[in-house]
C-alpha cells in the first residue's frame, strides 16, 4: 500500500513523516521497509496520483474563494510542482453586502489554503504544479448552459454576494462527490484518512452554501445549476437542487439512504472541463490538469 502511495521512494518518506507516522518504531519501520521494496501494484492508480487529481481541484477551488474573501490568489510559493504551471484568468475580491457571507468566504477561504498546502507537503516531490485557471470566461459559460444568464451575456462571479454563492454552488458539491468518489481508489489507510477529513470539510462548506442560497430564494437558480451538472457527467442523476420556495428545503443532497453521491475523477472532469465528452481540457482548466488523472469520462 505504502508503495501505491506516492511516486517514488523519497515522497513515500516525506508523506510518512508530514503525516506523523514517521515515529513508528523498529517494529513498524521494518514492517514498513518491507512493503516499500515490494514490487508496486500494477493495477489501477497510484494513491498519489489520486491525491494530486485532488490537488488540482484544491488549486481552483483556493484561488476562487481567496480572491473572492482577500482580493488575491495563491502565494506563488504554493504553485510550483510537476507539469506545465499556468497562471489565473480573473478573480477579484467581492464587496460582501451581509457580514455573515464574508465571514463564511475568509473561513471556507482559509480552509481551501490550508488543503493545498497540506496536499503539497504530504506529496512532497511528486506534487503537481498549479495548472492555468480560468475563473472569468468559465463562468459564463457554465451560467450560460444553466440558463441563468443569455447568449453574449455575462456572469461576473464577484460582482456580488449571491453571484459568488450561485459560484461557490458549483464548485463545493463538486468537491464533496469527487472525494467520495476518490474514496475506493485509495489504498493506504493514511492517505484515505486525510481524504476523509477533507472531504467532511468540503461538506460543512458545500452546507453553508446551499443553506446560504436557500436563505436567500434562489432555489430557481441552483435548481438550473444543479441540472447543468448532471448534464455533463453522464446519464445517471447525481445532483440535487435545494428545494424549492413552495416545498420543503432539501440542503442536504442524498439518495435514499441518506448517503452523499460520487462522482469518479472522470465524471469530475466533464464537469470542470465544462464538457460532455472525453476530453482532456476545457472550461476551468483551458489547458487541461497536471497529473496522471487528466481526462474526462
Excluded: C
Excluded at 34 to 56: E, H, I, K, R, W
Excluded at 228 to 240: E, I, M, P, V
Amino acid at each position: 500500500m505504502i508503495n501505491r502511495s506516492a511516486e517514488n521512494e523519497t515522497d513515500r518518506r516525506l508523506f510518512l513523516k508530514s503525516a506523523g507516522v514517521a515515529g513508528l518504531g523498529v517494529v513498524g519501520a521494518g514492517a514498513l521497509g518491507g512493503l516499500a521494496t515490494a514490487p508496486a501494484q500494477a493495477a489501477g492508480v497510484s494513491d498519489g496520483a489520486v491525491l494530486n487529481f485532488a490537488l488540482n481541484l484544491e488549486y481552483l477551488e483556493a484561488e476562487f474563494y481567496s480572491y473572492a474573501a482577500f482580493g488575491r490568489g495563491l502565494d506563488d510559493k504554493l504553485t510550483s510542482g510537476k507539469g506545465k504551471k499556468g497562471g489565473v484568468k480573473g478573480g477579484r475580491q467581492v464587496s460582501f453586502a451581509t457580514p455573515a457571507i464574508r465571514k463564511y468566504a475568509e473561513e471556507i477561504a482559509t480552509d481551501e489554503l490550508d488543503h493545498v498546502s497540506f496536499l503539497r507537503k504530504a506529496l512532497g516531490g511528486a506534487k503537481v504544479a498549479r495548472p492555468a485557471i480560468n475563473i472569468q470566461e468559465s463562468f459564463t459559460a457554465a451560467a450560460t448552459a444553466a440558463g441563468l444568464i443569455q447568449p453574449g451575456q455575462t456572469f461576473d462571479p464577484y460582482a456580488n454576494e449571491d453571484n459568488f454563492l450561485l459560484a461557490a454552488y458549483i464548485f463545493e458539491d463538486v468537491g464533496v462527490t469527487a472525494y467520495k468518489g476518490a474514496a475506493p481508489l485509495i489504498s493506504n489507510k493514511t492517505y484515505l484518512e486525510a481524504a476523509a477529513g477533507i472531504l467532511a470539510v468540503e461538506a460543512y462548506h458545500a452546507g453553508i452554501v446551499r443553506t446560504s442560497l436557500y436563505a436567500k430564494g434562489l432555489q430557481d437558480a441552483a435548481k438550473a445549476i444543479s441540472k447543468a451538472r448532471d448534464s455533463l457527467d453522464g446519464k445517471s442523476t447525481r445532483d440535487q437542487g435545494i428545494g424549492s420556495a413552495a416545498g420543503k428545503a432539501n440542503l442536504v443532497p442524498a439518495d435514499k439512504n441518506g448517503i452523499a453521491y460520487s462522482r469518479t475523477p472522470g465524471q469530475v472532469l466533464n464537469v470542470v472541463y465544462l464538457n460532455p465528452k472525453s476530453v482532456t481540457k476545457g472550461g476551468f482548466f483551458p489547458r487541461g490538469v497536471n497529473g496522471a488523472v487528466n481526462k474526462s469520462a
